[in-house]
T-cell receptor, first 113, second 117 residues
Framework: EAGVVQSPRYKIIEKKQPVAFWCNPISGHNTLYWYLQNLGQGPELLIRYENEEAVDDSQLPKDRFSAERLKGVDSTLKIQPAELGDSAVYLC???????????FGQGTRLTVV | AQKITQTQPGMFVQEKEAVTLDCTYDTSDPSYGLFWYKQPSSGEMIFLIYQGSYDQQNATEGRYSLNFQKARKSANLVISASQLGDSAMYFCAMREGQGKSYQKVTFGIGTKLQVIP
């Protein structure tokens, strides 16, 4: 069974440019998460979806970040415009509701120059 | 206050030896869950083990066991018979709230484990 797939793996952009990350969760997983991981830190939740509904987006900087999960499957996280401080790894994870285990993708490493 | 504290930035262990990675947590919620994840250099977070606050016994998963001391608010990970492939970052994490669903989880800053041949 395929795991959580994220693309791209690496992205380098200039500041003020837009960028988008894509996540394909494990089939049948109705819960999807986007995490931000700064260098030397643990992941921090940006947004959590239950199917297509964003049930926790309190940590998402809504002035420049947006996310969507159309049809409750794939998800896209967008930053516009990107800032130097956005350089980090963006992790996507998915789980079955009421499960203690979440499965993570390999992440997208963003570098803003 | 930090919800999850991992005080060991880096640890070394000899191959085939056991190692303990420390984790303390802070919560006033009586219902919570504690996780350990492994993050190799490839970047993927790999779930290792879970302990619920009401679980009577310490969790074990193969070579991994969680030394849960509720009164001390500690949830140390013990890896027995270390292997070279165990070299990675290890993150302790906590979920607060009701139910077993994987909701918002707070991660520690991690411990880098290096296994020496």
């Amino acid at each position: 069974e395929a795991g959580v797939v994220q693309s791209p793996r690496y992205k380098i952009i200039e500041k003020k440019q837009p960028v988008a990350f894509w996540c394909n969760p494990i089939s049948g997983h109705n819960t999807l998460y986007w995490y931000l991981q700064n260098l030397g830190q643990g992941p921090e939740l940006l947004i959590r979806y239950e199917n297509e509904e964003a049930v926790d987006d309190s940590q998402l900087p809504k002035d420049r970040f947006s996310a969507e999960r159309l049809k409750g499957v794939d998800s896209t996280l967008k930053i516009q415009p990107a800032e130097l401080g956005d350089s980090a790894v963006y992790l996507c994870a998915s789980s079955i509701r009421d499960s203690t285990e979440a499965f993570f993708g390999q992440g997208t490493r963003l570098t803003v120059v | 206050a930090q919800k999850i504290t991992q005080t060991q930035p880096g640890m070394f262990v000899q191959e085939k030896e056991a190692v303990t990675l420390d984790c303390t947590y802070d919560t006033s919620d009586p219902s919570y869950g504690l996780f350990w994840y492994k993050q190799p250099s490839s970047g993927e977070m790999i779930f290792l083990i879970y302990q619920g606050s009401y679980d009577q016994q310490n969790a074990t998963e193969g070579r991994y066991s969680l030394n849960f001391q509720k009164a001390r608010k500690s949830a140390n990970l013990v890896i027995s018979a270390s292997q070279l492939g165990d070299s990675a970052m290890y993150f302790c994490a906590m979920r607060e709230g009701q139910g077993k669903s994987y909701q918002k989880v707070t991660f520690g800053i991690g411990t880098k484990l290096q296994v020496i041949p």
